[in-house]
Nanobody
Framework: QMRLVESGGGLVQPGGSLRVSCAASGFTLDGYAIGWIRQAPGKEREGVALINSRDGSTYYADSVKGRFTISRDNAENTMSLQMDSLTPSDPAVYSC????????????????????????WGQGTQVTVSS
């Protein structure tokens, strides 16, 4: 059974950091495009970041560029999102998603938006930013 299990969310003060992770079971992440989406109460889902598990290329939403870093560990079959300089606009449920390769030859913004069409099998992890 294919599963994606997110972990690492929590409460952090503005300006702080959190690392959320996604562990895959029942299949290998190698060979997929893997990423993060988030959804805050009352807001639409937003694509956050994506990584090509084959070549390591990364893509970010403008809202998180320079603050968030996506990475993958093929040996551990995990993917992580390091979130620094968190702001009150970042609280949401963060979910990891999985999609096919290759990625189309479009802009970074359009690639990140692809995450909204990817599959998600996890429960998500809550990130809260509050002083």
């Amino acid at each position: 059974q294919m599963r994606l299990v997110e972990s690492g969310g929590g409460l952090v003060q503005p300006g702080g950091s959190l690392r959320v992770s996604c562990a895959a079971s029942g299949f290998t992440l190698d060979g997929y495009a893997i990423g993060w989406i988030r959804q805050a109460p009352g807001k639409e889902r937003e694509g956050v970041a994506l990584i090509n598990s084959r070549d390591g290329s990364t893509y970010y939403a403008d809202s998180v560029k320079g603050r968030f870093t996506i990475s993958r560990d093929n040996a551990e079959n995990t993917m992580s999102l390091q979130m620094d300089s968190l702001t009150p606009s970042d609280p949401a449920v963060y979910s990891c998603v999985l999609g096919p390769l290759p990625l189309p030859r479009v802009s970074e913004e359009e690639i990140v938006k692809l995450t909204l069409r990817f599959g998600s099998w996890g429960q998500g992890t809550q990130v809260t930013v509050s002083s």
